[in-house]
């Protein structure tokens, strides 16, 4: 699979469900965009999830209450480059993953460079937040 042959995608909201404007499913067409969302559904998803594939994902709901030990964070690091590569989507050289620990938060910044111009910049940057209590995924 490769990301830059996606034309159109179904736009989802914070949350993950189908994104609705004026009673419309909306419709995502900017490559970035696309992109971003992607990148989201793959991180947010646990094993399991999609029935066709059943490996999809960075399974981080599969390390909530783990101890906040440096091997947490480099299982992060190994899920979310599986969950970006493993089909083909990206590859491996295609992105940088920072990561930094705090009490029971995983602070998580994913940055992928574009050929797309973006603003001024030419890299996707995805700010993650993962409680390793509560399994909460926010991103930025």
Do not use: C, H
């Amino acid at each position: 699979m490769n990301w830059t042959k996606i034309i159109k995608d179904l736009e989802f909201d914070e949350y993950g469900d189908i994104d609705l404007v004026s009673g419309d499913i909306a419709i995502l067409s900017d490559q970035t965009s696309i992109l971003r969302q992607n990148v989201l559904d793959r991180i947010k998803t646990s094993f399991g999830d999609y029935d066709l594939y059943p490996k999809l994902g960075a399974d981080l709901s599969g390390l909530i209450g783990k101890p906040n030990l440096k091997e947490l964070s480099n299982r992060i690091n190994e899920n979310i480059s599986y969950s970006l590569t493993f089909d083909g989507f990206l590859k491996r050289q295609d992105f940088d993953i920072e990561i930094v620990q705090e009490k029971e938060s995983i602070y998580i910044k994913l940055e992928i460079p574009t050929l797309i111009r973006i603003t001024s910049e030419d890299t996707l940057s995805i700010n993650i937040l993962f409680n390793t209590i509560t399994g909460s995924i926010y991103a930025s």
